[in-house]
Structure formats: structure tokens, C-alpha cells
């Protein structure tokens, strides 16, 4: 069991580092486009992925601290970003028949993937933190 978590620790890692420097390309992209745009959507999208870019950042934090509570609230800030994705996957569906996006396509694509990877991340986290009746202000062992 310990070598699988060290492979879902490795998986942590990796994924919220492309995360963090994802979210902090987008973010600033987002912003980039608010300037010109200066629509709702816009403002939406910004807030995404700052959240998205902080949650990362805590994340790679407490992977680095071994601290399985902020590892929790990481968790639960992931859930926030499933229900984030799947609240833009409704907005898209809903807007691509009045706008004729031709990037549709690739903003489902993306979103989707982005929903498989919350599902690998939260269950390495619940692999890490809650596999074993180890109590939460114990630091992780991997």
C-alpha cells in the first residue's frame, strides 16, 4: 500500500503543479480578455481560475507540509471546482446554439477533462488522507 501512495503522492504533486501554472497562464488570459471584453462572463471566468490557481497552491502546500487537514480542504475546494466545471459545461450548452461557437467543441473537450482530472485528484486524496484510521493532525506518510 505504501508504494501506491507514493504513486498517487508522485500524481498530487505533478497534477497541482501543471494546476497552479495553468490556472496563473489563464488567469492572466482571463484578464487579458475582461480588459477588452469587459463582460459578465468574463468576470466568471477570472474568478475560475483564480480560484483554481489558489486551490492548486494550497494543494502543493499541504502535499509539501504532509498535512492531511489542508489536504481535506483542498478536497473540498476541488468539489467546488467539479461543480464550477460542470456549471460552465450548462452555460455552454445553453449559449452554443445562440452564438454558433465554432471553439465549442474544445471548451466541452476541455471541461470534461478538466472533471476526470478533479475525480483522479480527489481520489487520491481520499487514497492519501482517509485509507487508513489515522487521525487528521497526524502528518502523512508517504
Not at 476526470?116 to 485528484?121: E, G, W
Request: negative net charge; charged residues 10%.
Amino acid at each position: 500500500m505504501v508504494g501506491t501512495k507514493q504513486c498517487w503522492a508522485i500524481f498530487l504533486m505533478t497534477a497541482n503543479i501543471l494546476i497552479l501554472f495553468s490556472g496563473i497562464s489563464f488567469c492572466i488570459i482571463s484578464y487579458i480578455r475582461f480588459q477588452t471584453e469587459n463582460s459578465n462572463e468574463r468576470i466568471f471566468d477570472l474568478l475560475t481560475h483564480v480560484f483554481t490557481a489558489i486551490a492548486s497552491f494550497v494543494g502543493l502546500s499541504a502535499m509539501i507540509a504532509k498535512n492531511r487537514t489542508a489536504l481535506v480542504s483542498y478536497g473540498s475546494s476541488i468539489i467546488l471546482d467539479v461543480v464550477s466545471s460542470l456549471a460552465r459545461i450548462v452555460v455552454l450548452l445553453a449559449s452554443s446554439e445562440e452564438s454558433g461557437m465554432a471553439y465549442f467543441p474544445i471548451l466541452i473537450s476541455y471541461r470534461c477533462v478538466t472533471l476526470v482530472l478533479d475525480a483522479a485528484i480527489l481520489y487520491s486524496v481520499y487514497l492519501l488522507v482517509f485509507s487508513e484510521s489515522t487521525p487528521l493532525n497526524e502528518p502523512l506518510d508517504y
